[in-house]
């Protein structure tokens, strides 16, 4: 039996879709948000927080100006790099299998996260995901260099390009309306998986919705 796949590339989002990285960021959320007077969150409250740019979701959530946001992003990061990466995370059971598949059928695949790219790349690695993937991309450090979806999207198909692999039929795997919005972007289909952090609305314009890994897998890989 021989694996095949309708598209040439794969971009991965990471939190809520590789990655339940939920426990750390629930409790490091809540170290930053009571140091700057804010209410912390509760679990069933992450889904605000899990997959837009802290940047963004410190002033939406809890109302701080642009400035204040900049340096609770910062104050954020800081315990993230004390506390470790990896710290609390897990894979989505079977994920890490599908990518390997992927990767064993000859399918180039990138993350396309928009967390930052320094915690994609510890992540991968700590999960050895990343000798299966042809690029590791993320948001710059500071969140506006490169934060929006559509732009972290585009720089995942240009590395891939830049490496000579084949981006002419690219699907993005994601879980949050933002992966639909940065998808459609760049005219990249995006395969909405429900085991993620989101609202039932949040995957309308996906090319299809998945409740399961198997059901994934079903649209990425052909058995021959």
Not at 44 to 64: A, C, D, R, T, Y
Not at 130 to 156: F, M, N, R, Y
Not at 175 to 197: E, K, Q, T
Request: glycine share 8%; net charge negative.
């Amino acid at each position: 039996m021989s694996l095949r796949s309708a598209w040439t590339c794969v971009l991965w989002d990471v939190d809520g879709t590789i990655v339940d990285a939920s426990e750390g960021i629930l409790r490091r959320l809540t170290i930053a948000l009571e140091h700057f007077g804010k209410p912390a969150p509760t679990r069933e409250e992450l889904v605000h927080w899990i997959g837009p740019p802290m940047f963004e979701s410190f002033q939406k959530n809890v109302g701080m100006t642009p400035e204040e946001s900049t340096v609770a992003v910062a104050y954020y990061r800081g315990i993230s790099k004390d506390d470790g990466y990896t710290t609390g995370a897990r894979l989505y059971p079977g994920v890490g299998e599908l990518i390997a598949e992927l990767d064993a059928a000859g399918i180039a695949q990138s993350t396309a996260s928009s967390k930052p790219e320094v915690q994609v790349t510890a992540l991968m690695e700590h999960f050895d995901l990343s000798p299966h993937l042809q690029a590791l991309v993320g948001s710059t450090p500071d969140e506006k260099t490169l934060a929006t979806k559509a732009d972290i999207v585009a720089e995942a198909l240009r590395r891939l390009q830049a490496a000579g692999l084949d981006t002419s039929r690219p699907v993005l795997i994601g879980d949050r309306h933002h992966d639909v919005d940065g998808g459609a972007a760049n005219d990249v289909p995006v395969i909405f998986v429900n085991w993620g952090f989101s609202w039932p609305h949040e995957s309308e314009g996906a090319a299809a919705v998945v409740d399961t890994v198997a059901d994934l897998r079903a649209l990425l890989l052909i058995e021959d």
